[in-house]
Each structure stands twice: as C-alpha cells, then as structure tokens.
C-alpha cells in the first residue's frame, strides 16, 4: 500500500464522511469535478463569525494541498430543485499540518485559542458565486472550510479551482485503500483484500472494479473485494459516482513459508551514554526487509521476559538483552537482540555559585527572578538549560551560566541545566514557580434608593483570593458583596491569592440614602370676578417635580398650580427624580364668581330723514348700565337715548358683585344729506366704428350713479373713493350718447345730464397702385383730420412724414424719390382719434 494512502487514511479516521454540520466531523473536499457536495438545512445559527453575521446551515470540510504553488478557486451553491443559485457564505482557516487537533485552532472559532489569526478568506455576501484565494500553500498541509446556507434551501456546493501553480489533492475525497502489504506463511495459500473508500461517495450508483497483478488486468468485479492466491503486486482501480479521478491503490501480496529474519547484530549506544534510550522500532524496516514492518507484528520482551510496552524509548542502565518475536498469521520468529552499552564516568561538574535556594524560586508574574549562576570544572565548553519559563535568558562565560530575566508565564517550571563538551555531561535540576498576579477588583457600585443606602460588589469575584479593603473594615461575601462600608468613605480594594496582589481597585463608596420630599400642603384663595379659585403649594421647593392625578395641572415659579379643572378633585405628590413623597390631601377649586354679559350693541345707521340710533340686544333690565361718556341711559327694551350724535360711547353692566366686559364702541352717525350732482364729460369726441367710446364721471366718492346708453336700460357705476367713474362703450353706430339719471350716496337726486361721441368708419387703404391710371395712385385720408403720417420700409427705416397730411403720397421718400413696389409700416396720428398702425402695399403694374 502506498505510505500517503495509510497517513490519510489514519488523520481522517476521526472525521465523519457524510455532510456535517460540526468541525469535529467535517467531510473531505476537494476542487473539480468531485462532488458536488450537498449543503446542510435545518440547523441553526451558532451566531456570528468573523466576516460571517450570522452562520445559520454551517457545513464543514476539509482539505489537503496536493501539489504547492498559489491556488485560485470559485466556491459556487445551487438550488436542488431548480438549479438556479442561492446565496453562500463561507470562512476558510489555514495552514495546518495535521488534522489533528484542527478544530481547536481556529480563529474566532475555538474557545481559548490564542495564536495568530490564521483566516484566509472570509465573505458574507449575498452572491451565489464567491471567490477566494489560497497564497503559498504547501503539498500535505491542511485548509478548514465553513460554508453556509442563509436561504436554508435544500442544494448542492460546488469548488473549482480557476488559477494557480497549485492543486488540491482528491486523494481524500475519491481515494481507495486496501490496507497493508499480505505476508502470509505456514499453510496460508489465498488472502482476501477489501477496497476502501476514504470517504462515502456523495451520489448513488455502483462502482466497479478492475483488479491488476503487477499491471495487468486480471478481471473487474461489481463488490470491493477479491480473493487471491498469486505473489505479487496487486492493484485495485475504481471509478466511483461523483468523482471523475480514477482511484487505485496497491498491495503486496507475499504468501511465504517462514517468517523473515535479517540479523544485524548488536546495538550499540551512543559511547559515554550511562543510561541511554534506545528507539527499538527504529531498526524494523532492516530487520524484516525487503517487507513492509506493517505487514508483521512485532513484540519486545526484555531480559527477564517482561513485554516491553514502549519499544520506540527503551531506557537501559548497562549491557542487556532484548527479544524479538516477528508474528505473521499463524508464524512467527523469536531472535535475541544484544544491547551493548559503554557508560564512561563524568569528567565535568557543575555546582551552584549563587545564594542557596535561588534553585527553587516562587515569585509573582512580572517580577525578575533572583539570578541563578553555576560553575563548571573539567572539559566543559558551555552549558545549554531545558525547561524554563519564557522571558528567561541564560549566558555562558569562563565556566560560569548565568540564568535570569523576567518570567512571561505562569505555572511551575522543572529546568535542567546540562553542561556541554563533556565524554560525560553533567547536570543540575531546579525549579521556577511563577504565580499569576490576582486580577485587580472591578468594582460594581449600586446607587443608593428611597429605602436604602448604596452597595458595592466585586464585579469579578474570586473564592480562591483574599481581599484587603484600605481603610480597614469592610469584607467579601458570597457573591462578591461587600460588608462594613462606612457611608461616604472612599475605599480602595485588592486582592491576594497567597503569593502575589493585585493592584489596588479604583476608589469607591457607598452614598447615603436617598432624600424623600415632605408631603406637598395645599391653600386655596377665594375666586373673585376676574378669576376662579386658585391652589398654591404653600411647602413648594424649587426643583422638585410635582405630580397631579388626575395628570393636567402645572407648578409655576412660585407654587402656583395651573390647568386645574374646577370642581375636580386633585391629589399631587413631590418628587426629586429619585424619591416621591406621600400623597397631598385632595382638593380642587370653584369657579369665579358671575360676572353679567358683556353687552351687545346694535346700531342703526342714519336715513335721509333721522339719525342713526343705538340699543342693548341682550339688555336685562335686573342690571345697571353704565355709559362713558356718562350722558347716555337706557331705557325699555335696550333703547339708548341721550347719546351726542357723532359722539363714540362704550357700555357695561353690574350685578350688584361683577362688572361685565366693557362693550365695544359705538356712535349714532348724524342724518344723511343730498348728495351733490356730478359732471360728465367725454375722453374723444370722435372714435372709430369697432373703438371704445369713453365717457368720464365725477362727483362725491362711493356715490352710486344711473345711467343709459342711447336710451337703452338702466344701468349703474360707483364712484371711486377718488370720486371718479369711466363708462366705455364699443359701438359701430356713428353716435353714441350717455344720459345721467340718477346719484344716490344712501339719498337720491335726479340727473339729466347727456354727452355724446361721434362714430367714424376710419378706413385705411391696403395699398396703392402709383401707374397714373389715376385709380388708387395715392394714399387718400382728406376725410380725416390728421395730426401726421409716418411711412417705414421693412427694415424699420423712416421713408416719408408728412405734418397734417390729406392725401400727398403716392409711393415716394422725403426727397422725391420713387420707392421700389413693396410693403410699408405706416403710423397715423389723428388730431380726434386714437393712432393707427399698420401695413400697406406698393404695387405700380398695370392690369
């Protein structure tokens, strides 16, 4: 059988090849197209890991580098029933050299692990693919990989290695073993050999395999194993589902007639060595060759008969002999082995030069040890010490070894100190015991209540210590409690185990207990008119925190309780953040005293014909009015009499206790007077047929005026507070007339005034046509008064003007010129009309 196959096949013993979702039984992986390897569902999250939020499904599997170099790989999880991807997470830690002992090496992982952070990669992404690589790895070392299954849907992981100069080995995952060499003797004549995976397959189906002896097919087979009878090599191949590698393994077969023998003589121990130790199995492989020693077993048994149960450190004091029995089946061989041993006695000495005792030191951690020097005599060139505590250092000069330092660990320390150079080197033992300082006492303090005064614990409490409190008094219960404090008193704590103390604690106390408010004292003040009862907390401090039930009311500044409902019944209490007092007596208020309504005036305006007037709408006759200024009275019903026109009063009542409110003010306005006629007159006394007749109205302001248009229906305008009013009218008739008929500012008076606005066609020609056929050859507007015509070309250039113009252009510029046909803007300003503007054409051809 091949060395690697055995070594794999005893590290993996321990390990589970199912899917597991523990480190201790984590399955064998490997990149390719082993696999896939199923994921784990319905397993809960151990919490979170490094990169990893939560771990929830974890599955573990382990893998061995099969060729060195950077490895490149693609960690990939589909869903079984679809194929589609789902989510995977993973944490993969590395290297190892051993799978043993594995799952208590992992960062963040393993309880109590220390070592350095021995991550590789780590991603908690939500892809379905993640990548990652392996830098430097090394053929035989181990990697742990923690995938996770965050969806929790049943499905499949897949590695494929995508770069790298590396390679995994599959070995662990599709390798077959056929255990040790056969060597058989006596009447033995076949020998059954049995293939074994080294891991289950991961898919269903049935493997087959091709047995060979020394290369050459001898048949296939459906099971794993097969009976032989032929020497040789013999090799099983097997392809098994899942694993596209062919595996293979090999034995050697040996049917013999006695048990193999190779005398080498006796051994001899190293010279000078007085009780020398002696690796017996060391020299198997030459004793039985050219056989595995795997294939025999093999007993030692000392010179009294006595099996030896550790053959591979075999500790002898002189010249003996040992006997070895070789078992192979129902044979075996029984040969003598003679030990020679050449003990020479010691040329050397080493003794102790420093002070007696500073052989056994017990001390604190942190604290140097007390040097320890030996001498030595005869040949010795130095001396070399096994054992210590690290942090120590030892020097060797002129014959003297010096040992000092300061301790880093803690613990006891067995050292011995050997000279070196001698036929015999001699030695000296001792022992370092190095104490752990006590952890310094954290100190939980609880804050004094209502009841009770303060405590203090020892947070980290600790039954093997003893704690000294300064000052004196207090001491440690169960629990960490401590007793005996003094209230106020600052302390300090620290605890001794015997050998070392801790340092001092930070100071602490316990605070008295905590106030409690006096009960709140209620006083009532009677309402009045202008306010209802009012409650003041007669004992109220500053600072404290008043509670009412029923919750609502307030304190202010000065004790005074705001927001009370009256005739509700209260109850308060006081409190100072941390304590409450007792409860108040309860108490609530009346209401203020009536007051009568404040009265409602209604005034009348004036008429045309009498003052206005005023009067009490909610008058009560039981009430006393009182007027300012003080002339007015009231009378039946609320009427008013004896107020100055023009003169503003204000009113109140009293029921023989209250004032009412003061009434808003009021005043009796003087009677009305006719108002004054208006004038009327109009903006153009001529306008064009489609343009806006303006007439101009003015008079007193806000008089109402009524008018007609050309005898048409009533119709009315307000004057502005300015006393003006414009009436437009837009009509093709070639008059329009407007006729007053009445103003009225809350009075009436008849108008007869009229004014009228004479209506023009006002045509403008479209164009001319100067060819001295004397039909339109010029610009006509006698029939119109104008102030000025402007004629402009296309480019807003000015052509021609012309001052009280009739009918003078004919298509020429200022200077005579004749202008080219075309469109011209002209502007014509009227001397009784609004301006015109627009366009008109040139055209000299003749029909």
Not at 273 to 298: G, H, K, M, Q, R
Not at 642 to 656: A, H
Not at 658 to 682: D, G, H, R, Y
Not at 748 to 771: E, M, Y
Request: net charge negative; aromatic share 8%; proline share 6%.
């Amino acid at each position: 059988m091949k060395l690697l196959y055995k070594i794999i096949f005893l590290l993996s013993f321990s390990f589970s090849f199912g899917q597991s979702s523990t480190c201790e039984n984590a399955a064998a992986m490997c990149s390719g197209n082993q696999g896939p390897f199923n994921n784990t569902t319905g397993v809960a999250s151990f919490g979170s890991l490094g990169c990893l939020g939560s771990t929830p499904n974890p599955a573990w599997f382990y893998m061995q580098v099969g060729t060195s170099g950077n490895m490149n790989f693609q960690l990939s999880q589909i869903r079984t029933s679809n194929g589609l991807g789902i989510d995977v997470d993973f944490i993969l830690w590395g290297p190892f050299n051993s799978l043993s002992g594995i799952c208590n090496n992992l960062a963040l992982y393993s309880p109590g692990y220390t070592g350095a952070n021995n991550v590789v990669a780590c991603s908690y992404s939500s892809d379905p693919i993640e990548n990652f690589t392996i830098p430097n790895a090394v053929s035989g070392q181990y990697y742990m990989l923690l995938v996770t299954n965050f969806s929790g849907q049943v499905g499949t992981y897949t590695l494929n290695q995508t770069g790298g100069t590396g390679a995994l080995s599959c070995d662990i995952v599709c390798g077959v073993n056929l255990g040790p060499d056969r060597i058989l003797c006596g009447a033995a004549t076949n020998v059954t050999l049995t293939a074994t995976f080294l891991q289950a397959p991961s898919l269903p189906g049935s493997p087959i395999y091709s047995w060979f002896l020394n290369g050459v097919l001898q048949y296939t087979t459906p099971t794993n194993t097969t009976t032989v009878n032929q020497n040789g090599t013999w090799t099983v191949s097997v392809t098994r589902p899942g694993c596209s590698d062919l595996a293979t393994d090999d034995v050697v077969v040996n049917i013999i007639g006695v048990v193999p023998f190779n005398d080498l003589g006796p051994i001899n121990a190293p010279p000078g060595a007085c009780n020398p130790t002696i690796d017996l199995t060391s020299y198997e492989a030459a004793w039985v060759a050219p056989y595995d020693p795997a294939s025999f077993t093999i007993v030692y048994y000392d010179e009294n008969a006595n099996v030896i149960t550790n053959p591979s450190a075999y500790t002898v004091a002189s010249s003996t002999s040992v006997f070895l029995e070789i078992n192979a089946g129902p044979c075996n061989v029984r040969e003598q082995i003679n030990i020679i041993v050449s003990c020479v006695p010691p040329t050397c000495t080493i003794d102790l030069a420093s002070a007696a005792g500073t052989t056994n030191q017990v001390l604190c951690q942190g604290l140097p040890i007390e040097n320890i020097v030996y001498t030595t005599t005869g040949s010795a060139t130095g001396a070399t010490v096994t054992g210590l505590p690290s942090g120590l250092t030892s020097v060797y000069n002129a014959n003297t070894f010096t040992i000092s330092g300061t301790p880093t660990q803690t613990g006891t320390f067995n050292y011995t100190v050997t000279t070196v150079g001698c036929s015999v080197n001699a030695s000296r033992n001792g022992t370092i015991t190095v104490v752990a300082v006590p952890v310094t006492p954290t100190i939980v303090s609880n804050a004094p209540t209502c009841l009770a005064s303060g405590t203090s614990t020892v947070f980290n409490y600790d039954t093997g210590v003893t704690y000294v409190f300064n000052p004196g008094g207090p001491s440690v219960g169960a629990g960490g409690v401590i007793s005996g404090m003094v209230t106020g008193t600052n302390y300090t704590v620290l605890a001794n185990n015997g050998t070392c103390s801790s340092a001092p604690s930070v100071a602490f106390n316990n605070a008295a207990q905590l106030s409690i408010p006096n009960t709140p004292i209620i006083i009532i003040a009677t309402a009045t008119c202008l306010s209802s009862e009012v409650a003041r907390i007669d004992n109220y401090v500053t600072g404290l925190q008043y509670i009412f039930s029923p919750t609502g009311p307030t304190v202010n500044a000065s004790g005074v309780i705001l927001g009370m409902n009256v005739g509700t019944n209260y109850e308060v209490t006081a409190s100072n953040g941390s304590c409450s007092s007792p409860v108040s007596a309860p108490f609530s208020i009346n209401a203020m005293l009536a007051a009568p309504d404040r009265p409602t005036i209604i005034s009348v305006a004036p008429t045309c014909l009498a003052d206005g007037t005023s009067r009490i709408s909610n008058y009560d006759s039981s009430l006393v009015y009182t007027f300012s200024p003080n002339d007015a009275t009231v009378g039946a019903g609320g009427v008013i009499s004896g107020m100055v026109t023009g003169t503003t009063y204000t009113v109140f009542s009293y029921n023989g206790t209250c004032n009412s409110a003061t009434s808003l003010s009021f005043v009796n306005n003087e009677q009305l007077s006719s108002p004054i006629a208006p004038t009327l007159s109009v903006v153009n006394a001529t306008v064009c047929s489609g343009e806006r007749a303006i007439f101009q109205i003015n008079g007193a302001a806000n008089n109402v005026i009524t008018y007609s248009i050309n005898g048409g229906s009533d119709q009315t305008v307000t004057l502005t507070a300015a006393g003006v009013a414009t009436v437009e009218v837009v009509s093709s008739t070639t008059l329009v007339s407007i006729e007053l008929l009445n103003i009225s500012n809350g009075c009436s008076l008849a108008l007869s005034d009229v004014a009228s606005v004479t209506v023009q066609p006002c045509s403008i020609p479209k164009g001319i046509s100067p060819n001295g056929d004397n039909l339109n050859d010029e610009l006509d507007l006698s029939f119109y008064n104008i102030e000025k015509l402007e004629i402009f070309n296309r480019y807003g250039s000015k052509v021609y003007s012309k001052s009280n113009y009739e009918n003078e252009w004919h298509g020429q510029s200022d200077n005579g010129n004749e202008l080219p046909d075309g469109t011209y803007y002209y502007v014509i300003d009227f001397t009784d009309i609004e301006t015109k503007t627009g366009w008109i054409y040139i055209n000299r051809e003749r029909k």
